[in-house]
């Protein structure tokens, strides 16, 4: 109930949703689609419950063909096995060991992110770099842009190797051109 500037009651817009009747599904690959659906979930949700509260999970769930599926956080039997000898089975040192495995992939991450970053930079400069070339109009003449449609076998061998040197080359005059701008500030 909600009240008007009146004081007099109105009755809401509450509807109540209505769900169709629940029924077994009877073709067995639909069924068989709906429980590997519903299993998804429920295992997505229980390791998500597991990471997002820091709690250990095990969940069990036996189809109607009586076959067993598991899925548990940090490790499912290890979980089991807590909880029927009250003992935690998952040791310091494996503990570790995983902690150790992940801060080693979030450094690779990290490294991996950093180069990116260098090789877009990079990108960036050479593009500004063609951008500029394009404008003066200096770029039609240059010997990287030439058709490599005619070459044949050595002579593209030999244009790559070029086209490395010039890299290599720009690449260096580039880093040059930094450190002296930084020791100059």
């Known amino acids: 109930m909600a009240f008007d500037g009146n004081n007099n009651a109105t009755k809401l817009n509450t509807r109540k949703r209505k769900f169709g009747e629940i029924k077994k599904a009877e073709k067995s690959n639909k069924f068989q689609m709906m429980f590997s659906n519903c299993i998804l979930g429920l295992f997505n949700k229980a390791t998500e419950l597991s990471v ?14 009586n076959e067993l599926y598991t ?46 970053k260098k090789l877009l930079e990079e990108e960036k400069n050479w593009q500004a770099i063609n951008d ?3 404008k003066s109009g200096s770029i039609s003449s240059c010997w990287w842009n030439d058709p490599i449609d005619d070459m044949d076998l050595q002579s593209l061998e030999e244009f790559k190797i070029s086209l490395e040197k010039l890299r290599l080359n720009l690449g260096s005059a580039n880093d040059e051109k930094k450190l002296m701008s930084t020791l100059r500030s």
């Open 52 to 65: 997002l509260c820091k709690a250990k999970t095990a969940l069990i769930i036996t189809s109607p063909n």
């Open 71 to 116: 899925c548990g956080y940090p490790n499912c039997d290890a979980i089991i096995q807590q909880f029927l000898t009250g003992k935690d089975t998952i040791e310091d040192s494996e503990r570790k060991k995983q902690e150790e495995i992940v801060e080693t992939l979030r450094l690779e991450y990290e490294a991996i992110g950093d180069k990116l």
């Open 132 to 134: 500029e070339a394009e």
